[in-house]
């Protein structure tokens, strides 16, 4: 057979298999694997993230006010009339005008002129009864009492506050997914037990309505054992329901149309790590601390810039005419022109001084803020760290009895078939059994709620799957 005819046989098959594969990995995730999507799903996250971005932008822009501002500007004015200069203006306007127009009288330069003929003779046009002109400006701060530089580190800190903002969104997603995703497990496990237990009152009530057919138990006996089955399908049913519910709410949390499957299990280890461990790396590395540390510098640097408005500002500044009409007193303009100014603030309307001592108190709350918020992490903790050791306890010390509930089901069977034992016995040992396996079941979902919001709080959830891997 040729190779490319082969080769084209294969294809939809080999492209069904692709699909197969693709369909299955995006139906069934590990926790990680759910990580990884929640965080590019997320809009929360992207939010954050954008103004983390929003802020690398206002650091740049923070960049460029030591720059010179340069621009071009172009005026057109409208006059009520043209502006012009008449002789008898000149005169008018000089302090000894009278003298010099008597002097010049007598040298017969304009004597018996008129003087509206002088006038009309001899006036000449400053300007027009418009205006146009454009020129290049520049200015250029050289000194402006720290402003400058403080403006710059408040967009600095603006930005690791910005940060700070997407770790904490961060970890509170890290919760929640642990939450929801391992809800997701317990739920089905708790499935798992109801349906368990839902087979073995199905099989104890057909033996109940064998051992009544043959008379060796009675009609009560059959009903108890009915009834017990019709109750544990209910409990059955509402599991069922709770699965379906916690399934919708990590789908809707991943964003996914499709149900998606954890594969992940539950789990515990032997030991947590030491309540002092946690505790100094959560005071070292959590998020929240940062965003109290950034604000306090931000409050510094408006404090610096407050002040920096009772200093004078310096700076150059310079114009070239672009474009002039042809007038006298575009003639009289120079074409250019530099210098340097100082401004020295006197009195202002901003409120500076009020400013300024709000920005002083800003700097003391936050300093106490951040007293009281390393208190409540503290506490929060050894709340969580206590959680997670009770439950662990718990999870330890339900081993017995699961033990026992097997033994004694398996016990009651045998008794309840010789006529020993009551159907009553019998269900209350196979209930037992199920209470204890959910028990543990919920007890290791808590361990796992708490171990990771310990992580978190340390903002150490990376190392979350090295817990799951030496689970025993």
Known sequence: ??????????????????????TSFADNLSFSQAWSVLQKNNDGLAA????QEKSVHMVEAAKDLYWPEIGITADYTKLDDEISLEPSNLFDSMPRGDVLQKFLNGLGIIGGIPR?????AFTSEVTKDYVVISSLNAVWPVYTGGRIGAVQDIAINQLAEAKYLSRIKKQALFEQLTKVYFGVVLAQQVLDAQTEAEKGLYKHFDNSKKLQKEGQIA???????EASYDRVRVEKNKAKSQLETAQVA???????????????VLFINNTLPSMSEITTETLKNHPGLGVLDSKRKQAEGFVDVKKGEYLPEVFLFGSYNLYEQDTLAADLNPDWMVGVGVKIPITTRTGRSGKLKA???TIIELEHLTTQAIQDLKLLVEKTWREASTALEEYNGLKSSLALARENIRMRDIAFAQGLSTSLEVVDAKLFLVSVKIQRQAAAYQYIVSLARLLALSDQMASFSNYQQQAV
């Open 1 to 22: 057979m040729n190779p490319i005819t082969t080769l084209f046989r294969l294809l939809p098959f080999s492209l069904l298999v692709l699909f197969i594969s693709s």
């Open 48 to 51: 954050a993230y954008a103004n």
């Open 116 to 120: 509206n003929q002088i006038d009309d």
């Open 219 to 225: 009609k009560v006996e059959r009903l108890k054992a």
């Open 250 to 264: 990590l789908n809707h949390l991943l964003k996914e149309k499709r149900d998606i499957n954890p594969n992940s």
């Open 359 to 361: 920005a002083k108190s």
